[in-house]
């Protein structure tokens, strides 16, 4: 599986559809636009057909659930149908976002009880990752304390955002994330994970961070498979900078490994070790939960 930093789209087609058409934009008064009112979803999609499928639709659902959307799960559910089928009609092969928004509305934070939510289905190229260990920093920005949103892949995401350009200032491939108390939740992009003294750790995602399913898979099925024990817990950076291998993983990398953090360099060797059989399972794990 690749590794994090992104050099540009390897070449496909794109498609973009809003509520099951295919276009290119949408109205200017869509409460996705000017509030961040909506969630999303990002998936792997080979040759029209989605990764984990049914991990994404449920977080979806429960993202629209905390945003008080009507039908929660029938929208999620309705969004990943039209969505199969758009991407097997052109048979795509790459990475796909899905996004609901709440649709249009007039000025103001109050959801109308008029608006009819929207469906954005974005599919382009795999991304062309450079397949090496990362070098991270550690970014000045942190995640703000909102355990009712903590988990959920919602439209904000200026924590993120910030971060991220802060790694590509400074010549980072990625960036790690505090919260406020100066626990580490994730990088810019992905989970985190650190093996340290033959078991896995994982943050604690309670009040902040996104949960991923790449994360979930790992937690679940991939490390109990192998025989490792894994604990969700607060981290500090430096517990995080004493581990014997530190990775990161989501739906586009898999699992990857950081090589340095800032200063602290860690043993690459160990990593490429511990990487090769949990990459298998992963993948494996993939397939399992993926149509064919």
């Given amino acids: ?46 040759a029209g057909m989605l990764a984990c499928p049914d991990l994404h639709e449920a977080r979806l659902a429960s993202a629209l659930e905390r945003l008080e959307f009507d039908g929660p799960q029938a929208l999620a559910k309705q969004s990943f149908e039209e969505m199969k089928k758009l991407l097997a009609e052109v048979a795509h092969s790459g990475v796909v976002r899905c996004t609901v928004t709440r649709g249009s509305g007039p000025r103001g934070y109050e959801p109308s009880a008029a608006s009819v939510p929207r469906r ?11 397949d090496r260990p990362l070098h991270c920093g550690v970014a000045q920005v942190r995640w703000a304390h909102q355990p009712q949103l903590a988990g959920l892949k919602l439209l904000t995401r200026t924590e993120q955002v910030l971060a991220a350009g802060e790694a590509r200032q400074k010549g980072w491939d990625d960036s790690l994330m505090q919260d406020h108390r100066g626990h580490v939740v994730s990088s810019s992009r992905a989970n985190l994970f650190i093996f340290q003294n033959g078991r896995f750790f994982t943050p604690n995602l309670e009040v902040c961070g996104i949960a991923g399913t790449r994360r979930q898979l790992l937690l679940d099925h991939v490390l109990p498979r192998l025989g490792y024990r894994c ?62």
């Fill in 120 to 130: 954005i289905i974005a599919a382009q190229g795999f991304p062309v990752i450079a």
């Fill in 1 to 46: 599986m690749p590794h994090l930093q992104s050099s540009g789209l390897r070449r496909a087609v794109p498609h973009t559809w809003v509520d099951g058409s295919a276009a290119d934009a949408v109205p200017a008064d869509d409460r996705g636009l000017n509030y961040a009112d909506g969630a999303f979803e990002t998936l792997h999609c080979n």
């Fill in 231 to 292: 604990s969700t817990q607060d981290l500090t950076l430096a517990d995080v900078l004493k581990a014997d291998v530190v990775m990161l993983t989501n739906t586009l990398i898999g699992v990857a490994s950081i090589g340095s953090i800032a200063d602290r360099v860690l043993d690459r060797k160990a990593a490429a070790q511990l990487l090769r059989p949990l990459r298998a399972a992963l993948s494996e794990c993939v397939s399992e939960r993926s149509p064919s």
